[in-house]
Each structure stands twice: as C-alpha cells, then as structure tokens.
C-alpha cells in the first residue's frame, strides 16, 4: 500500500474567505476614492467662488466712485464658467464707510445658498 503525500495549497473555503475580504477591502477602497473626489470639485469649486468674489472686490475699488447702497446681481466668467454674482452695499455706523457683502454661486443653485461671501469695506473717496 502506497501512503498518500500530504495535499498542499488553499481548500476551497479559505479561497471563499480570501475573496470576501478582497471584495470588502476594495469597496472601502472605491468609496473612500469616490469621496476624496467629491470633496476635491467641492473645493475646487469654492476656490474659484472665492477668487470670483475677491476679483468684484477689487473693481469695486478701483472703480474710485463710492458706491451707491443696494443689491445688485449680475454674472462673472471665471476658468470657462459662469458665476453669479450678487453684490449687497449697505451703510455702517461710520457714514464715510460703506460694507460691502459679495456672495458667489453656481448658476442655478438656491438663492439663499452660496458658495462663499465675501464682506469688506470701503472709505468714502476723498472730495466726494
């Protein structure tokens, strides 16, 4: 009688088992890729927001006039795309400072959302 050599390699439930937590490893793997990339056009998007946002700051201050009080809306092109733009002035304590709040969105998101606000001040220009 021949004695049997020992039989090497995996058994099928130990190649089931390795499967399993391949599988789970790589779905945490993919959701955690799919979130960083969320997160990354989010912050992608409130950069540009905010450079929209500082670039209406810095007209309204080389425009040299003191700017009237009020809501103005209007659009900007920043990197191929639109903005929206909506600029509030309004009066401070001081009355030779107005304020200056710039909210920056996507077209077609909520009014009352936006990507980022902006506040800043403005002197009154000298002999105005």
Not at 14 to 25: F, G, H, K, T
Not at 85 to 92: A, D, L, P, Q
Request: glycine content about 8%; charged content about 25%; hydrophobic content about 40%.
């Amino acid at each position: 009688m021949t004695a049997r050599a020992p039989q090497s390699g995996f058994s099928l439930i130990e190649v089931i088992i390795a499967l399993a937590v391949l599988a789970i490893s790589l779905s945490a793997l993919i959701n955690s890729t799919s979130t960083a990339t969320a997160n990354t056009i989010g912050l992608r998007d409130k950069t540009l927001a905010h450079w929209v946002a500082m670039n209406k700051m810095a007209q309204i201050r080389l425009d040299g006039k003191w700017p009237g009080m009020g809501v103005k809306k209007g659009k900007s092109k920043l990197a191929d795309r639109e903005w929206e733009v909506e600029t509030t002035i309004s009066g401070t304590p001081e009355p030779s400072i107005r304020r200056i709040d710039i909210r920056v969105r996507k077209p077609g998101d909520p009014k009352e959302t936006s990507l980022t606000l902006l506040t800043g001040f403005i002197g009154k220009p000298a002999g105005s």
